[in-house]
């Protein structure tokens, strides 16, 4: 109790808020009211009334559609694939009206405890909700321990808190390690792994993965950099001077615009690394083949794509199910953002739906 009295004697250290030049903050680690949404709720509303996506929040997408798809019912049983921010985890728990439980899983250690911290304070306690540090490919070890579910989820998107933190590395637009590791703890960096790739393969992986029409180009001025002038790529700042020097030497027709081009070729250069380094396509077909076995008679899947490469995927595999008499009904036609969400979270945009029914 003396113990006690004393800490509470012990004056507060008060601590003052983030200093930043200018009349907005610019920095990810300056923006401490987006980054603190319970206390600054009136100004994290304001970013986003705008079509912004507040610093370490995650706006989650097609949730209406989501929930159509799945037709949830109070009692049954699921596993949202993708936990992130919570945003889908939350909206299908509401669906569950307090009968039933949600399985969520992400391998974003950092992430996946914020995330729960907020829903448990948020009243979703273990008796309706089970988060779990998981890969989405193991959910035929979840399935056969908890017994299949009648509804799953997967959104296959990277979330805004990765992509908006420079320590992450996910984006060209912030000086930060070029990372790129959804789980930080496992496997190695993107600079590691340019320095293992010949021009041959790193040219072959930026068509593969992002369909990157200079690939060639840009991956002969990487490995030139890393093996002939021996110097570094180890930021995403400096990846990203690596594209720019090399769509430089590039002739491009009178109505390319060189700065837009810099920005896709940026963007698709980042996101090949990502999906490269995480495996993403490996995780996506070993997923695929589980889904079916994980799905209760009569379970219903819904899968959000971001990219070409992604849909192809999930397309064939629920098409191929459908004719092996597995799944009863598969969508026909993707399914896609409205305008008016796409004009409230720009990171909509290339967003596609699918979903499938387990006969």
Known sequence: MAEQRLQEQEPQVHKRRVRYKGKYPRKFSEKYKELNPEKY???????????????????????????????????????????????????????????????????????????????????????????KLMNFAEI?????????????????????MQIDNPERGFSYKAEGPLDLRLNSQAGISAAQRLKELDKESLAGMLVENADEPYAEEIARQIYNTLHKKKKPIDTTTALHEQIVEALSKVKLPPEEDGKMLVKKSSARVFQALRIDVNHEYE????????????????GRAAILTFHSGEDRIVKKAFQAFHRAGIYSDVAKEVIKPSREECFRNSRAHSTKLRWAIKA
Do not use: C
């Open 41 to 131: 709720g009136e100004a994290v509303s304001h970013v986003i009334s705008k079509g912004n996506t507040p610093a370490g929040m995650h706006i989650p997408i097609m949730v209406e559609e989501i929930l159509e798809v799945l037709h949830i019912q109070p009692g049954e049983q699921g596993f949202d694939g993708t936990l992130g921010y919570g945003g889908h985890t939350r909206a299908m728990l509401d669906k569950l009206q307090g009968q039933g439980h949600l399985y969520s899983g992400d391998v974003d250690a950092i992430e996946e405890a914020k995330t729960e911290a907020r829903l448990r304070a948020a009243g979703y306690g273990a008796d309706i909700w089970t988060p």
């Open 140 to 160: 035929d070890k979840l399935a056969a321990e908890v017994g299949g579910f009648d509804f799953i989820l997967a959104d296959l998107g990277v979330s805004s």
């Open 283 to 298: 995780v996506l077909y070993e997923f695929m083949e589980k889904l079916p076995e994980a799905l209760r008679t009569g």
